[in-house]
């Protein structure tokens, strides 16, 4: 028996040989890989999971496009061909479908979602997947009488659908191309050929969906299950979501200073991120850009002042957070280390605080000015809140103020008021419910804050557009900047030199929501950076928190930072990448960036040559935008965020057709039949080895 087997081991290796050889072009004459898709994962708190994911070697389902009442009807009990992957356009994606299809599990393998971002005008009217109440219990009113949103539903539009746990995995076709495709695929073979007819023949258009997820059940399972390396798991399970938030004050302080600085901070902060149901396809036109594109414009406003600013009685620092999306993950932190003596400012020494939320969708020149009715119960905290928005008005803005009985919107500010009784105020669009209808999905793009281009304009022309909406933000960020000044100590009388720059909000605007790969940003970025010039528009999702890398977002706010507040200095490249060992004493105050654009004064072309580039010194920095349950190994208190993402291995998207069952069963039999007979075969042949090849003997050889 033994040289039976060895009888088959040439021709085993030459099948494996022909595997390995040719495996790759039989996998693509069969397949045919969906390469931009996105996929909704999996993400836990310290309660529950929420998301997506596949099963250990992805889904297949028979796709059918769904469109209407009657096709959901025939994916969930009519079709003769289950499991099915349901393919939804953009009327059906909503709660209501999504729901149906999760307690059809036995029919439904997955959820193909197609969405047309930029033809916003086929957009569902409201299309929020976020809870109508969001951040809900970490905020600053859970055991008051403004909890829970009582007072004012912020978010109408929300379905909540986002935080709802799905067994199956659901993708997001992203490119036009290979949704004609899969469309086209799906009309050539899974429709009815006679109209009298329900029957299909197959061959029929199937796919194949890869998530499956590392984590599950909750932040607590999770984490233990991360700490536990040994042999039997030796990879992380999820990693818990964050950053690093962008800091820079007007006028310079030593960070390795803790506790109260000399002067008192005004602080103007903004969000820098948002989410969606997809990973990682998240844009955040109104919900976060506005705001933040808004804030920078007015540093570079009150910078520009030079000494003018630096000698003011109040110092300002521009504050942008990471991670608010998530139950305010970069506020919490923020608030956390100054409690705890790890920052250079003390919650004593912040003397108001402004934000900036959604302004995008402005009604006219009007701007809300919305203050917490609990921390007004004092009464320099109203005189205070009064005072800031007198300041706006003197700046230039319309300010209107909503009830007084009305709390606050999702807010920063509202992390800060947990701890200490602070004037502060923030700015939105809105008086009670969002304007934004797409508030935290994947419709809060360029087109829904009505970005937008005349024909026949270059990439380069795009850029320093001075559109609508940069015009209006403009006008916002110059109200903004003047309001700070005056807060700050300014004199009235030279207010009119606080000035937004209309080219700066269109450059920043093109940038994060049209295409980051753009001039002005190859010249405020650093070589190490240069991945994040891509084609597309950014992405807001703040994404997880690790040792080697930092979201696109936070580095494109930290660059632009530097770039509008900072000065180019005379160093090179190797001291201003070192600066403490090459002399320069003050990298306690300052923060030293070598990007790679031409230095001021120079032509920008000279900025992409071999060796260009210059030293940008700033008081732009970066603090720990990650919860401190992470810190405090705390994950179910309810006093911190405690969101996190799970590990997968892959995550893929793959069209094929699929043969009807008789023809499988069939090929297999077939298969099974010849590889008997091979056996056979094989097994007569070594039986007659000695008769089949022993060598005849020469009858003429002489015998010794």
């Known amino acids: 028996m033994a040289a039976l087997w060895l009888s088959l081991v040439p021709p085993l290796l030459l099948l494996l040989l022909a595997a390995w050889v040719h495996g790759n072009s039989v996998e693509q004459k069969i397949y045919v890989e969906l390469k ?78 197609m969405l047309h971002q930029k033809a916003l005008p086929l957009a569902p009217a409201n299309f929020s997947h976020d809870l109508s109440c969001p951040n809900d219990k970490f905020g600053m009113y859970e055991d008051t009488d403004y909890a829970h949103c009582r007072r004012t539903v912020w978010n109408p539009s929300g379905t909540g ?7 199956f995995p659901v993708f997001l076709l ?46 607590v399972t999770c984490m233990r299950r991360s700490h536990l390396f040994n042999n039997l798991n030796p990879e992380l399970v999820c990693d818990s979501l964050g950053d690093y938030n962008v800091l820079g004050v007007l006028q310079p302080i030593n960070q390795s200073m803790k506790g109260k600085p000399d002067k008192d901070i005004i602080i103007a902060a903004a969000r820098l991120d948002s989410r969606s149901f997809f990973w990682n396809v998240t844009s955040g036109a109104d919900s976060a850009a506005s705001g933040f594109v808004t804030l920078l414009a007015a540093a570079e406003a009150l910078a520009a002042l030079g000494n003018a600013s630096r000698s003011l ?26 409690m705890r003596n790890k920052s250079f400012l003390s919650l ?15 009604d006219g020149a009007t701007v809300w000015a919305h203050s917490d009715p609990i921390s007004r119960q004092v009464p320099q905290v109203n005189e205070s809140v009064w005072s800031m928005v007198e300041a706006l008005r003197a700046g230039g803005l319309t300010v209107a103020t909503p009830d007084p009985e009305q709390p606050l919107p999702p807010s920063s500010l509202q992390r800060f008021l947990r701890h200490r009784n602070l004037s502060g105020v923030v700015l939105a669009e809105h008086r009670t419910a969002f304007y934004n209808q797409y508030y935290h999905s994947v419709y809060d793009v360029a087109p829904n804050i009505k970005l937008s281009f ?12 001075p559109s609508d909406i940069a015009k209006n933000l403009t006008e916002l960020a110059t109200g903004v900047a003047r309001a700070l000044y ?12 606080v000035q937004a720059n209309t080219t700066t909000v269109a450059r920043l605007l093109y940038t994060l929501l049209v295409r980051a790969n753009n001039s002005w940003l190859r010249s405020i970025m650093d070589k190490e950076n240069k991945g994040i010039l891509g084609r597309h528009a950014l992405s807001f999702y703040v994404g997880v928190s690790d040792n080697w890398s930092h979201n696109d977002i936070t580095q494109v706010v930290l660059h632009a930072l530097a770039n509008l507040t900072g000065t180019a200095v005379p160093l090179n490249e190797t001291a201003c990448r070192d600066p403490k060992k090459h002399g320069v004493t003050d990298e306690e105050m300052y923060k030293y960036i070598w990007v790679m654009g031409s230095p001021p004064g120079k032509g920008a072309e000279e900025g992409d040559k071999e060796g260009g580039g210059f030293c940008t010194r700033s008081t732009a920095h970066l603090s720990p935008a990650v919860s401190p349950a992470f810190e405090l190994h705390d994950f179910d208190s ?27 069963h069939v090929t297999l039999a077939v298969g099974c039949l010849v590889l008997a007979l091979s056996l056979c075969s094989v097994y007569l042949v070594n039986s007659k080895a000695d008769v089949l090849f022993t060598p005849t003997r020469d009858a003429h050889s002489p015998a010794y």
Not at 161 to 167: M, Q, S, T
Not at 186 to 215: D, F, W
């Open 454 to 465: 005349p024909e026949g304009l270059t990439p380069e022309e795009e850029l320093t557009y």
């Open 348 to 362: 004593d020494s912040i003397h108001s605080f402004l934000e900036i939320s959604q302004v995008g969708l402005r």
């Open 486 to 497: 005056l807060q700050a100590g300014g004199d009235q009388e030279t207010i009119m030199d």
């Open 36 to 113: 931009d898709t996105a996929a909704c994962v999996r993400l836990m708190n310290g309660t529950h999971q929420i998301g997506c994911q596949s099963s250990v070697g992805g889904d297949t389902g028979v796709l059918h496009l769904v469109s209407s009442a009657e096709d959901l009807a025939w994916v969930l009990k009519d079709g003769p061909h289950s499991p099915y992957m349901a393919l939804l356009d953009n009327y059906m994606f909503s709660r209501e479908t999504m729901m149906q299809l999760k307690v059809a599990r036995g029919r439904v393998a997955g959820v193909v979602v």
């Open 638 to 664: 309810g006093e911190y965020s405690t969101w996190t993402e799970s590990r997968w291995k892959q995550l893929r998207a793959r069209l094929f057709l699929v043969a009807s069952p008789q023809l499988e």
């Open 313 to 338: 009685p109040r110092n300002v620092m521009f504050l942008f957070l990471q991670g608010e999306a998530f139950d305010y993950i970069g506020s919490s932190r923020f608030v956390y280390d100054i």
């Open 174 to 219: 992203r490119d036009a191309n290979e949704t004609s495709a899969v469309l086209q695929c799906v009309r050539n073979h899974n429709v009815p050929s006679n109209e009298t007819s329900k029957k299909v023949e197959y061959p029929l258009c199937a796919i194949q969906l890869k998530s499956h997820m590392h984590g599950v059940r909750d932040t």
């Open 161 to 167: 659908l986002a935080l709802e746990d799905f067994g």
